[in-house]
């Protein structure tokens, strides 16, 4: 059988190569496809490799009757419709090491440029202006670098520091002291870094959870005269917080490749001479777009020969009789592991699973899948998927444990997820009860009956009178409505646990005030 491949944005020909030299597959290069042009002709063909261009919309997936897999010369697939092509079982593949050596990089380019005002003064020659005076950088020597990311870039950027003696703190949830010690950068939480840093660099996700995480509150823990680094994404620096605090003289100089809203040309930190910028070149080498092409076709290939692929980002079909079996636990086991990921503090080094009653006859594999991408989900986003989640982890050295056991509990079945963090282990257990559906019945060593959906508030506290109408006095000042309440207990007078599911998120101030309460121990949001 030969295999019809589309390539409908331009790709670097030595990635191509790798198709080409397939005995059983046909390449056809045709760029600037509008919407209905590609949806007229994607009816033809097994595979389509675009960039950033051309949008693989509903539309045009509605019309791809043969279409096996979708690869991405790049890492962001904002432009590819996932839950489309997941409904029609299109899977979709990307390349997000390609571009790792470019985009660290730059960030070091960057920092360079950035301590030495390189292009300030570069400006002011090009006016015909001779001036030294006005251009005195720093040493990078000597001085300490924050990550805050210690993935694939900033383990990267932190090579690289190390080469220019510089000290290298980072920060990362998945971070480890041992693993720290091993890469040899000092370990710290996220405060830590922000304190001692002389020079910050961002390189994480945007999530939710990552959105402005350094805003106003982050800036008056640095230095005065510290320096900020984004390459990554924009939005993970609050930018108006960035120009009050270059303005107030708490930064000294800002490098963005990054921007909230691109393309950034009239940005008002434009203005201020403390910055440099580019337009998001991060990936921008002819070196990267080569290697995003040759791992992205060497996917497709794969993906087209029914072999495993490593960079998948959505759930390829299951075999249906495994799929029929499994499919109701799906929601339950993304969800303990998502519960727990939230519950624990610390950086992830286990994940154990458990499963007992009826699911001991069952292949679990795709829930063990389904468990470890609702922990790391909460940390890495919408990249981690049931196909990579385990690639991740390990990526990661999050060591994963499965196992079955015959003790229940008493229930017809039962997933216990075990997390175990550099500070803590934390347990939660979750099953289906016919006809009520998914539910966590137990945290830690507390009996508890709850529905693994919405917002939650999990809350540590001393088994006293009226510690429950004192909490509920307090949500209600705040207008926050209580759906339903769980309590545990240890032993009477001991240490309890509240679950409360409410009506909408609850904010920061709300859950301060809940803390103080003097008999609460811990106060943590869940959202499911």
Not at 56 to 73: F, H, P, Q, Y
Not at 376 to 390: E, F, I
Request: hydrophobic share 40%; aromatic share 6%; proline share 4%.
């Amino acid at each position: 059988m030969t295999y019809k491949v589309l390539v409908s944005d331009p790709v670097s020909e030595e990635g191509l190569k790798i198709l080409r030299e397939a005995a059983h597959v046909e390449v056809v290069q045709q760029t600037g496809l509008s919407e209905e042009e590609l949806a007229n002709v994607i009816g033809q063909y097994d595979a389509l490799i675009v960039r950033s261009q051309t949008q693989v919309t509903a539309k045009v997936i509605e019309r791809a009757d043969r279409l096996k897999v979708i690869g991405r010369a790049g890492v962001g697939v904002d432009n590819i419709d996932l839950p489309s092509a997941t409904a029609k079982g299109i899977m979709v593949v990307n390349a997000p090491d390609g571009n790792t050596i470019s985009t660290a990089e730059h960030t070091f380019s960057m920092l360079m440029a950035l301590a030495r005002r390189i292009p300030q003064a570069y400006l002011k020659l090009k006016q015909h202006i001779w001036d030294r005076k006005a251009f005195v950088g720093v040493e990078l020597n000597g001085k300490t670098l924050g990550i805050i990311g210690l993935g694939r870039i900033g383990t990267e950027v932190a090579k690289r520091a190390k080469a220019f003696n510089m000290t290298v703190i980072a920060y990362d949830p998945y971070l480890t002291p041992e693993k720290a010690e091993k890469l040899g950068v000092h370990y710290g939480q996220l405060n830590d870094v922000l304190k001692q840093a002389d020079f910050i660099t961002v390189h994480t996700p945007l999530l939710k959870e990552t959105r402005h995480m350094i805003s106003h509150d982050q800036f008056k823990l640095m230095k005065d005269g510290v320096y900020i680094l984004n390459c990554a994404r924009g939005g993970i620096i609050d930018e108006d917080a960035l120009y009050e605090a270059i303005i107030t003289g708490k930064v000294a100089g800002a490098a963005l490749d990054v921007f909230e809203e691109e393309p950034a040309t009239h940005h008002r930190l434009l203005e201020l001479d403390q910055v440099i910028a580019t337009p998001h070149l991060g990936a921008s080498t002819k070196e990267a777009q080569k290697n995003v092409a040759i791992d992205v076709c060497h996917e497709v290939l794969k993906a087209l020969e029914d072999q495993p692929v490593k960079n998948a980002v959505n759930l390829p079909s299951i075999p249906a009789h495994i799929f029929k079996k499994v499919e109701p636990y799906f929601l339950l086991s993304e969800r303990l592991g998502s519960f727990v990921a939230q519950a624990a503090v610390g950086a992830v080094k286990e994940i154990h699973i458990s499963y007992a009653g009826e699911l001991t006859d069952l292949d679990v594999g795709p829930l063990t899948r389904n468990v470890i991408k609702g922990v790391l989900s909460y940390h890495l986003g919408l990249q981690v998927n049931q196909v990579n989640a385990p690639y991740l982890a390990k990526q990661r050295e999050v060591q994963i444990n499965e196992q079955k056991t015959s003790s229940s509990g008493g229930f017809t079945n039962l997933i216990e997820v075990r997390l175990v963090t550099t500070q803590e282990t934390k347990r939660v257990a979750g099953t289906l009860l016919n006809g009520y559906g998914a539910r966590i019945v137990k945290v830690d060593q507390y009996s508890i009956d709850v529905e693994p959906t919405g917002h939650l508030i999990y809350v540590r506290h001393y088994d006293r009178p009226g510690v429950i109408g004192r909490v509920g006095t307090l949500l209600g000042s705040h207008d926050v409505n209580i759906a339903t309440m769980q309590v545990g207990r240890s032993d009477v007078g001991g240490d309890a646990i509240m679950m409360l599911t409410v009506d909408k998120p609850v904010s920061k101030e709300v859950l301060d005030q809940l803390s103080d309460l003097p008999e609460i121990k811990s106060v943590i949001e869940i959202d499911l």
